[in-house]
């Protein structure tokens, strides 16, 4: 009986355990929604401008969402776009070029820099742009591009990552079909083994772009500003929606504001929710469709 | 033909190089930028001493210890929730709970810090200051509290993980003897699977360590060295985020890039513990 | 007769609104056919009149993007010195090695002061000069020893960044020292918003943030007000700075010259500061 005794406690510990992170988690979105969601409408986003020409950027948005959304959206576009061709090759290289030794230093550098705190990859890229404003051209500014580019030097060690543990785990008899029917290496790469393993590489690039959508502390030090509308070229100052959340938490004026940010919150949140949602469904759903065409 | 795969070669490797050039590069300028404060023997002054500009003391001491006792605390209080979580999903595994809870485990890496920061900033800190009576409510427990909760997905994943990797035979060997759930664990789970139980909490520290927003929000940011859970502290993250607007030339400023360097060599060498134990497993 | 002057009074005042709609819209006139980015950042106590000095603008030419970020003077000040930005704002004066290591050139458009604000819970509104530094000292560690409730203080200061921070250190505390047990803030808005959330809070702010979710605190018998600053009786008073390196030219000589007209001293003394005359 005693050790039934001993049974019954672990199951109730690990009970409450799990009944305890769920039930916090439930707490803090159930008071984000149930105080914020008043807030959530258009006019939240779009203030008392019309939406279509505030899309069509006819017009600006003051006092919305709008610029913070478009701000984080040019960002992630941005970012994604500097970390995916670099991160996509490092992947193959790693995966299917680099001997075993080399392959090992390699990992251990971008686990490193994968642990390194994106404060610290914000100080970086804050650092290389006074370097440059003074030592190259003094019209270079923390802006958009700066931002972007230390953001993808945040997300460049998930991208790698993906891609060459994808291709590491695609079985052999795949693997060895195109080149002993005549395939060079890079036509078994290209048309063979990445299509094989686009499942897995999607579904870790839309984690990355939810990465580059939550990030604060990078972009913190690298050129978003409170107020800048709509970006008019990526070497202007922006904002994002990440910030706009923090910055509201810590600076509203009134109730009013501080209704925005927690419509704000609920945006991001449903924002990143999305991608996350996308990246499992890409998952499961193209995982069945490529092991169907084996 | 040969020309094109040879180029494509070049190409990949090119962009290896680059992308670790990048690694380097982070803790070279980190380096190079807080070398006028090595290179005037202030480092150990910086490394041991108090802040406060107003008297030429440029410390960054409160903040180390402020950083470890927000990483340290939120581990403490994650640590046991996420291993009864994994024990959960793994041994106890209630059939539609046990696959609920891993999914939403996962979820929960999806959801931005700084909702935890704001949520922490208008539900949290009120909440302590009324229940301890003492003290504003932005303090290390707050922002230990919230970061527990930030950083308990990376644990659980990784203890569940390291829990299924235990042979499905040595499993079976205990059902066979009649062993108990209870006693699987202590004498076959815990045992094999400690290697990466230990591999989830050091990468989980250097998360809480790494984290920015939620310290620079709720915890106060206060300059002393902090004497209990309930006092204000600044991390080495937000004395960053906060010092980064001062003076360029100033010695302040020179020792963010100390802070920065100290945040890098902490988080590395945590891989380099969580890849020995990973290993160990293995 | 009387129907005339009725009428008389009709047309003058339409002839002046004319004119008043006319002034206001040449005071941007001199932004038309400009484009370009205008990067403002500094002071935290400016923001509410740059942003909608900047709304104006960017309405009115939709070509022209001003960005507005915080840091506090002293960012604002070797951020402009560093020609990171267009205009650093300050809530104090630029140093003298300041101004001459980058040339710096300030432009003074509104006065405020800077004020210790409590919650309005807090029945503690009257403060000796001294028993304020010996708060933000740290040597009164409880509101009950000034007739308050029986809860430890709890003080928010600024970074020494802030201008705002070196006005109410060198004027309202003597330069004496601040508490280090004292949580950071890192702006204007952020010490008000953290002192309406905190009961037993003691902070301090510009003088037009101050509204009715923050309480003023009498000091010696002298409440820190728009009349108080302006007829000198409170004397933690500062100015309000925008600094330009060199002459300000371009947009920013434009933006400058925006704020000191009438309708960009309208902006200021509608967020709460005292316009410059």
């Known amino acids: 009986m005693g050790k039934n005794v001993w049974d019954m406690l672990l199951g109730f510990f690990a009970w409450c355990c799990a009944i305890l992170l769920v039930g916090s988690m439930i707490l803090i979105i159930g008071f984000l929604i149930l105080k914020g ?20 950027f006819k017009q600006q948005v003051f006092g919305g969402l709008f610029p913070a959304m478009v701000g984080t959206f040019f960002l992630i576009l941005l970012s994604i776009g500097f970390a995916l061709p670099l991160g996509l090759a490092s992947g193959i290289f790693l995966a299917e070029y680099a001997p075993d030794s080399i392959k090992k230093i390699f990992s251990l550098c971008f686990d490193i820099l994968a642990g390194v705190p994106s404060i610290v990859i914000g100080l970086f890229g804050f650092s290389i742009t006074v370097l440059l404003h003074h030592s190259f051209n003094s019209q270079i500014f923390p802006c958009l591009l700066i931002s972007a580019l230390s953001l993808a030097f945040l997300v460049l060690p998930y991208i790698i990552k993906t891609t060459q543990v994808a291709l590491e785990s695609l079985p052999l008899l795949l693997r060895l079909t195109a080149p002993s029917l005549g395939a060079t290496k890079l036509e078994n790469i290209f048309l063979v083994l990445l299509p094989a393993s686009i499942s897995d590489i999607t579904s870790g690039i839309v984690l990355a772009i939810g990465r580059c959508a939550e990030d604060t502390a990078v972009i913190m030090l690298t050129g978003v500003v409170a107020v800048a509308g709509i970006p008019k070229s990526i070497f202007s100052g922006f904002e994002a929606l990440p910030f706009y959340i923090y910055y509201i938490a810590s600076e509203y004026s009134d109730q009013f504001e501080l209704m925005k940010g927690y419509g704000a919150a609920i945006i991001l949140l449903l924002i990143c929710a999305v991608l996350f949602g996308i990246s499992h469904w890409v998952k499961e759903w193209l995982t069945a469709k490529t092991r169907f065409s084996y | 033909m040969q020309h094109r795969e040879h180029i494509a070669g070049i190409i990949f490797w090119g962009a290896t190089a680059l992308s670790a050039g990048v690694t380097l590069a982070v803790l070279g300028f980190m ?53 009864g979580c994994s024990i959960f999903i793994e041994i106890i595994r209630p059939d539609k709970p046990g696959r609920f809870l891993k999914k939403f485990v996962k979820l929960m890496t999806a959801v931005p810090t700084v909702i935890y920061g704001f949520v922490g900033v208008f539900l949290l800190v009120p909440q302590v200051r009324g229940f301890v009576s003492h003290g504003s409510g932005m303090c290390i427990l707050s922002a230990s509290l919230m970061l527990g909760l930030v950083i308990s997905p990376t644990m659980i994943l990784f203890f569940s993980q390291s829990f299924a990797r235990v042979p499905k035979t040595y499993l079976n060997a205990v059902d066979a003897l009649g062993g108990t759930q209870f006693q699987k664990l202590i004498y076959l789970l815990l045992p094999q699977a400690w290697p990466g139980i230990l591999t989830g909490i050091i990468l989980a520290f250097g998360r809480a360590m790494g984290d920015t927003l939620i310290a620079l929000m709720i915890s106060g940011n206060s300059v002393v060295l902090p004497t209990s859970p309930l006092d204000s502290a600044r991390t080495l993250t937000a004395h960053i985020a906060m010092i980064i607007a001062a003076d360029f030339d100033s010695i302040e400023f020179k020792t963010i890039f100390v802070c920065g360097g100290i945040l890098y060599l902490m988080t590395s060498f945590g891989i380099f513990l969580a890849r020995f134990s990973a290993g160990k497993q293995n | 007769m009387k129907k005339i002057t009725v009428t008389k009074w009709v047309i003058l005042i339409a002839i002046f609104m004319i004119t008043a709609v006319i002034c206001s819209a040449s005071e941007l006139d001199s932004f038309t056919g400009e484009k370009g980015v205008l990067r403002i950042s500094g002071g935290t106590a400016h923001i509410p009149v740059m942003k909608e000095a900047a709304r104006r603008i960017m309405i009115f030419n939709p070509d022209i993007q001003i960005t507005i970020a915080g840091g506090g003077s002293g960012a604002g000040i070797k951020q402009v010195g560093e020609g990171l930005v267009n205009i650093g704002n300050s809530g104090r004066q630029a140093t003298e090695s300041e101004v001459s290591r980058y040339g710096l050139v300030m432009y003074k458009w509104a006065i405020d002061g800077v004020a210790a604000v409590v919650n309005p819970g807090n029945p503690v509104k009257k403060l000796s000069g001294k028993q304020l530094q010996d708060i933000f000292a740290g040597t009164i560690l409880n509101w009950k020893a000034l007739g308050g409730e ?73 409440a820190p007000d728009l009349d108080t600053v302006k007829n000198g009786e409170y004397k933690v008073a500062r100015g309000l700075y925008s600094n330009t390196r060199g002459d300000a030219s371009g947009l920013a000589k434009k933006f400058i010259d925006y704020l000191l007209s009438p309708a960009g001293q309208g902006i200021a003394a509608e967020k709460g500061f005292i316009p410059v005359d």
């Open chain 1, 37 to 56: 969601y008043k807030a959530i409408s258009l006019e939240l986003i779009f203030a008392n401008t019309s939406p279509l020409e505030a899309l069509l």
């Open chain 3, 150 to 222: 029986d809860r430890g203080i709890n003080i928010y200061t600024r970074d020494e960044s802030s201008g705002t921070r070196a006005v109410f250190w060198k004027k309202a505390l003597n330069k004496g020292i601040i508490s280090g047990k004292a949580n950071f803030i890192v702006s204007n808005g952020a010490m008000k918003s953290a002192i309406t959330n905190d009961p037993y809070a003691i902070g301090y702010v510009s003088v037009g943030y101050i509204d009715k979710t923050v309480c003023p605190v009498r000091v010696d018998n002298v």
């Open chain 2, 31 to 83: 380096v190079i930028l807080s070398l006028p404060i090595i290179k005037n023997d202030m480092i150990l002054e910086v490394l041991t001493g108090p802040w406060s500009p107003d008297h030429g003391l440029f410390g960054i001491l409160p903040m180390i210890v402020g950083t470890l006792c927000i990483a340290l605390l939120s581990l403490v209080v994650s640590f046991p929730v996420s291993l």
